[in-house]
T-cell receptor, first 112, second 110 residues
């Protein structure tokens, strides 16, 4: 089975902190994605990557950056966390652009 | 990517078939219909996808109308564990992003 692992299930950070959310997949997938999920707004795509060192903006990239130095790892970075970035963050991966995506369990981030 | 419209919520009796509709009237010829579900506090889970033919796997069946403007996801014998939010997504197969809408909250009741 494909496994997408997010480093933390719950995280609490202070406003202004730099935050790293890590995601690792173990099936050699080319594509990786970061979403955030908020009540009433559904899942919104932040960034995605089709290959190592490649990244593309999703629908809401402001306030975020990403890093893909290795194929199996896709990191989401909040350069200076703000309270409006309190959310559930979901990582996903897929083998190539054609196939279905597999999601991690999510990281619930609270910024205080 | 085309937009989809789903009812916000549905109920289904345990053991009965759950039929979840989705409208995608602006779908174009190279766009596929994907279904995912999200059980509370978990990440979304892929269920099935199709282009124009009906599809079936171990989880569900997907019925797509001939004009492709709507589809129905069928869970043949719903169980309490099928209670979840179900998302219908339309995307191009090559490079298309998964854009999630609000989905349908399915409640399976004993």
């Amino acid at each position: 089975d494909v496994k997408v692992t997010q480093s933390s299930r719950y995280l609490v950070k202070r406003t202004g902190e730099k935050v790293f959310l890590e995601c690792v997949q173990d099936m050699d997938h080319e594509n990786m994605f970061w979403y955030r999920q908020d009540p009433g707004l559904g899942l919104r795509l932040i960034y995605f990557s089709y290959d190592v060192k490649m990244k593309e903006k999703g629908d809401i990239p402001e306030g975020y950056s990403v890093s893909r130095e290795k194929k199996e790892r896709f990191s989401l970075i909040l350069e200076s966390a703000s309270t409006n970035q309190t959310s559930m963050y979901l990582c996903a991966s897929s083998l190539n652009r054609q196939l279905e995506a597999f999601f991690g369990q999510g990281t619930r981030l609270t910024v205080v | 990517d085309a937009k989809t419209t789903q009812p916000p919520s549905m109920d289904c009796a345990e053991g009965r078939a759950a039929n979840l509709p989705c409208n995608h009237s602006t779908i174009s010829g190279n766009e596929y219909v994907y279904w995912y579900r999200q059980i509370h506090s978990q990440g979304p889970q892929y269920i099935i996808h199709g282009l124009k033919n009906n599809e079936t796997n171990e989880m569900a069946s997907l019925i797509i109308t001939e004009d492709r403007k709507s589809s129905t996801l069928i869970l043949p014998h719903a169980t309490l564990r099928d209670t979840a939010v179900y998302y219908c997504i339309v995307r191009v197969r090559e490079g298309g992003k998964l854009i999630f809408g609000q989905g349908t909250e399915l409640s399976v009741k004993p």
